[in-house]
């Protein structure tokens, strides 16, 4: 027998072939409010309803309902089924590849007799809402691998039949899902049958290649998003299109922040003069706190030796996200700089150290260069090219727990300086069951015990350990911040190492007080990540509206007439001499003009100039987000303008939008 312990204390116990549906049917579980459970969390781990526990030991069972976040993955999942299903009653010869789910909603990759468009979507929607309707049952079927093989050719599905051959070679079984006519290779999990799908849409159509290879089949990927109620559908398209108004690329093109060439190259950013701005304030706020918390600056070239990079394991680890080797005439391979981490070793390790000079922190905003591919390549949040404001703490293994709280609380201060104030932390650790990680499990236990005790001696939100999170080198702390949409970014990161300065990688060492070679620990740090990242990211928090002292034009003078140009022109030297970015209207437009195309430029403060002010030495004050805030003296007015600005102020904090209901599940084989 099985023991099971429900969430409300109970026990009971079951047969081991018992599934959680014939368990809910003999609990009795659900009622009037919150009808049948749709699926299960069977030890934490999110199931349908058809999974039988099989292992003789005890589980958890907590039963999910619709209208709970954590069953929006099975619901969609489900969901990208009924879409299949609705796109094979409508088209002819349809072929199917994969259907997961992601991010707020699902897609499925498919070809038909003829491409699917938009003017398609109300059909498949309404033969979708036909089968939601229809309420009838998922039902999961499992078979072995060869009978598989047999059920997806009779279905005339070549694509699952390859899947099976090359991907699934090491099943030994395979599940399917039936719903009426509709049977699909798939490892679930379902709801019990789609009437739990409140809302349905089908948000766009996209192209795809075959499991990602720009060689193989070209494929039609269909989006979608699934709800429990049409409430939170709208919500959720709401939110989308506000998102699209701040959509980085748009704004970034609207407001002359940056652009992109293809003769540049994909995912190679160019900055513009204002993008350019934003970026060197950020570099110049972030270079002041390196100075006063005791970092000092480095450069270092953008390529290298190959066999570098092979001495810090980054090649081959990610070869495939690195550009190829260049080869010299003397068959010397060089690098284009995929991290900054292993050129700051050689800084350190260029003399003889001293503990006396530890920690040694050395500092660099180092651009490095990834090979993404090309369907990955976003604007500026993903990119192949990207500066870090990284720097490498090189210190003694008793400073360690006091230098990472100093990084923490470096992050904390920039966070806070641009109002991201919702924010998680990550504690990325090692997979012991994974292969991918560098040196002896003891230094792994030391240093995630090390980052673990600090993050929780600074009461940092979550704090939660998460196996796999790690990078291949040590364990880290990733600052996981909500944007004003409800998104998720991991954006500032400290990395605790002890493996790159070993005696295996670079052998880095200093002389102790006892006069004897010792091995400093490394850590690894980037309180902003990436400038493209984290400026893209920025840009929509904000909806391109920065705060004063982050904006490219800061203050705009608006003369009246052209007869106050002569004043404009004395309060502009004035501005300018408080260190504020100041720019002139001096077109011959009607004032009002002047001030919707300084609010659409997004200008933090407008000042208007006229006769009167001329004649009273005072400013007429608009502010962007407050409106008009009246006359004052142009004393007055310059030191209001110059305090904000170097307090750093966000006045007005972007209202919080949600994009609720982020799932990376990919269900499907």
Known sequence: MIDVHFLDGTVGHYSPAASLASIAAETKAGNKKSGRPIAALLDSKIVGLDEVPTEDLPHKIEWLYAGDARGLPVMRHSAAHVMARAVMRLFEGVELAFGPTVGNGFYYDMRASRPITDEDLPAIEAEMKNIIAADEAFERVEVPRGKAVEIVRDLQQPLKVEHIQTGLADHATLSFYRQGEFVDLCRGPHLPSPGSIGAVKLTSIAGAYWKGDASREQLQRLYGTAWFSQADLDAHLAALEEARKRDHRVLGKQLDLFTTSPLVGSGLVLWMPKGATVRGLLESFVRDELAARGYQPVYTPHIGKVDLYKISGHYPYYADSQFKPIVMSDDEQYLLKPMNCPHHTMIYKARPRSYKELPLRLAEFGTVYRYEQSGELGGMTRVRGFTQDDAHIFCMPDQVEQEVEGCIDFTLKVLQSLAFDNFRVRLGFRDPKSDKYVGLPERWNEAEAAIERVARRMNLPGCEPELGE??????????????????????????????????????????????????????????????????????????????????????????????????????????????????IDLDAEKLGSKIRTAQLEMIPYMIVCGPRDEAAGTVSVRDRLDGDLGAMSLDAAVERLRDENISRTVRHKPKPLTLAGESKTANDY
């Open 470 to 583: 790690a990078a291949f080198y040590g364990p880290k702390i990733d600052f996981v911040v909500n944007d004003s949409l409800g998104r998720e970014w991991q954006l500032g990161t400290v990395q605790l190492d002890y493996n790159l300065p070993s005696e295996e990688r670079f052998d880095l060492e200093y002389i102790g007080t006892d006069n004897a070679k010792h091995r400093p620990v490394m850590i690894h740090r980037a309180p902003l990540g990436s400038m493209e990242r984290f400026v893209g990211v920025l840009i929509e928090h904000f909806a391109g509206a920065f705060p004063l002292w982050l904006a490219p034009e800061q203050v705009r003078v608006l003369p009246v007439s052209e007869k106050s140009e002569g004043y404009a022109r004395q309060v502009e030297s004035r501005l300018k001499a408080a260190g504020l970015r100041v720019g």
